[in-house]
């Protein structure tokens, strides 16, 4: 079962705005990290944050971490229409399991 | 370094067959794992396999079943299929605790 949560379930942007998806989350995690989903395809891995990183960045994305709310949020900055796709949060917890939220539908406006 | 390859890539599967699909994972990968993703429940866990074992497993009736080889590839096999089966099949591979790389996916569709 989902016990991530990702919020909003769908977010519509013009290009070139910024764009933060919310991630909240259950139980203590080693590690939470974002995934890129494009329509049907595989995922792609975008970042990981250790429970003891607050901040990271990657090119145009940052993550924050706050293990005390148990939440994260990936902001993409400066977004293109190639970002339109769906963005998961997982966690990783001890037991080989990646726990994964529902998703969050990003669609980038020309 | 070769990605993650699934085959089939499509499947078209009447009620009441069997499906096997398979995976192999990035050379030097263990572990893997199995998800089921659908419009309506997401991406759902299927099970885990580290080393020819099922280390951990999802809410997923007995029909779900899979192994992982010594050279670490996976097959998933689900029997007697139902129209719910319906689904994109995603396999993952990963060295412990890091990213997981996945496949593009085995789209089965049960008619």
């Known amino acids: 079962s989902q016990q991530g949560e990702e919020d909003p379930q769908a977010l519509s942007i013009q290009e070139g705005e910024n764009a933060t998806m919310n991630c909240s989350y259950k139980?203590?995690?080693?590690?939470l990290q974002w995934y890129r989903q494009n329509s049907g395809r595989g995922l792609v891995h975008l970042i990981l944050i250790r429970s003891n990183e607050r901040e990271k960045h990657s090119g145009r994305l940052r993550v924050t971490l706050d293990t005390s709310k148990k939440s994260s949020s990936l902001l993409i900055t400066a977004s293109r229409a190639a970002d339109t796709a769906s963005y998961f949060c997982a966690t990783d917890k001890s037991n080989y399991q990646l726990i994964w939220g529902a998703g969050t539908k990003l669609i980038i406006k020309p | 370094k070769a990605g993650v390859t699934q085959t089939p890539r499509y499947l078209i599967k009447t009620r009441g067959q069997q499906v096997t699909l398979s995976c192999s994972p990035i050379s030097g990968h263990r572990s893997v794992s199995w998800y089921q993703q659908t419009p309506g429940q997401g991406l759902q866990f299927l099970f885990e396999y580290f080393s020819e074992t099922q280390r951990n497993k999802g809410n997923f009736p007995g029909r779900f079943s899979g192994r992982q080889f010594s050279n670490s590839r996976s097959e998933m096999n689900v029997s007697t299929l139902e129209l719910g089966d319906s689904a994109l099949y995603l396999c993952?591979?990963?060295?412990?605790?890091?990213?997981?790389?996945f496949g593009q996916g085995t789209r089965l569709t049960v008619v």
């Open positions: 993952a591979s990963s060295s412990q605790n890091t990213e997981a790389f």
């Open positions: 139980t203590s995690i080693n590690n």
